[in-house]
C-alpha cells in the first residue's frame, strides 16, 4: 500500500563496499516489483525489476531478490559507487490494478569516498 | 528509449491562483499515464490515473476538483492545482506507460516539477 514517512531511513557505505536496501510490501496481490533511484530534484529513475513469479534477478552490478513468503524485496549493488548516492524506491503493481505503481518508503544511500 | 517530458520544471505562483503541468509521451501513445505527489523526504504519492478521452481516476483524499486532470491525445497529460494554497507546494511527478514494452515494463518518468505556492 501507499506509504508515508516523516524521514528516509540511511544507509551509509564505504565506496567499494556492497550496499543492500531493503523494502517490505503490503498486498499480496502484487506481482510485479521495481526498484527505482531517484536523484535530488528529479524523477525516479529504473533500476531492475522482477516478477513474483521469479525469486531472484540479476542485472550489472545489481541483484534484486523477492521473498514472497515474509512480502520482502531487497536490493544488492556490488562495489558501491559515489554515483550510487540517491534515494531508492521499491515499486509494485497489483494483479487487476489499472497498472498504476505503489512505491515503498525509500532508502536514502550515502556514499563515503 | 521513452521518454516523457515535463514542464515547467520549477515553478511558482501566489495562493489562489492556478497552475497547469504538462506531461508528454515523446516518442510512444500514452494511453494511460499517472501523477504523483511528493512531500520532502518522503515517498511517491499516487494522486490519480489518468486515461486518454475519459475521466481521471482520483485515489482517496485527493480532491478532484482541485487538482483537475486533462488527457486530451494520446502523448499529452496536464494537472492543473487550482486555487493553490501554501500546503500543495510540493514536487510532482508523471509516469506514463508503454505497451509496446522497455524496462520497467515500460514505465517512464517525467523529471518533476517542484511547485512553490507563496
Known amino acids: 500500500g501507499e506509504s508515508v514517512g516523516l524521514h528516509l531511513p540511511t544507509l551509509s557505505v564505504q565506496e567499494g563496499d556492497n550496499s543492500i536496501i531493503n523494502c517490505a510490501y503490503s498486498n499480496s496481490a502484487s506481482d510485479y516489483f521495481i526498484w527505482y533511484k531517484q536523484e535530488s530534484g528529479k524523477g525516479p529513475q529504473f533500476i531492475i525489476d522482477?516478477?513474483?513469479?521469479?525469486d531472484k534477478r540479476q542485472g550489472q552490478r545489481v541483484t534484486v531478490l523477492l521473498n514472497k513468503t515474509v512480502k520482502h524485496l531487497s536490493l544488492q549493488i556490488a562495489a558501491t559507487q559515489p554515483g550510487d548516492s540517491a534515494v531508492y524506491f521499491c515499486a509494485e503493481q497489483s494483479r487487476g490494478s489499472q497498472g498504476n505503481l505503489i512505491f515503498g518508503k525509500g532508502t536514502k544511500l550515502s556514499v563515503k569516498p | 528509449g521513452a521518454v516523457v517530458s515535463q514542464h515547467p520544471s520549477r515553478v511558482i505562483c501566489k495562493s489562489g491562483t492556478s497552475v497547469k503541468i504538462e506531461c508528454r509521451s515523446l516518442?510512444?501513445?500514452?494511453?494511460?499515464m499517472f501523477w504523483y505527489r511528493q512531500f520532502p523526504k518522503q515517498s511517491l504519492m499516487l494522486m490519480a490515473t489518468s486515461n486518454e478521452g475519459s475521466k481521471a481516476t482520483y485515489e482517496q483524499g485527493v480532491e478532484k476538483d482541485k487538482f483537475l486532470i486533462n488527457h486530451a491525445s494520446l502523448t499529452l497529460s496536464t494537472l492543473t492545482v487550482t486555487s493553490a494554497h501554501p500546503e500543495d507546494s510540493s514536487f510532482y511527478i508523471c509516469?506514463?506507460?508503454?505497451?509496446?514494452?522497455?524496462?520497467?515494463?515500460?514505465?517512464?518518468f517525467g523529471s518533476g516539477t517542484r511547485l512553490t505556492v507563496v
Open positions: 509516469s506514463a506507460r508503454d505497451y509496446g514494452g522497455g524496462a520497467g515494463y515500460g514505465y517512464t
Open positions: 516518442d510512444f501513445q500514452a494511453t494511460t
Open positions: 522482477i516478477r513474483s513469479n521469479m
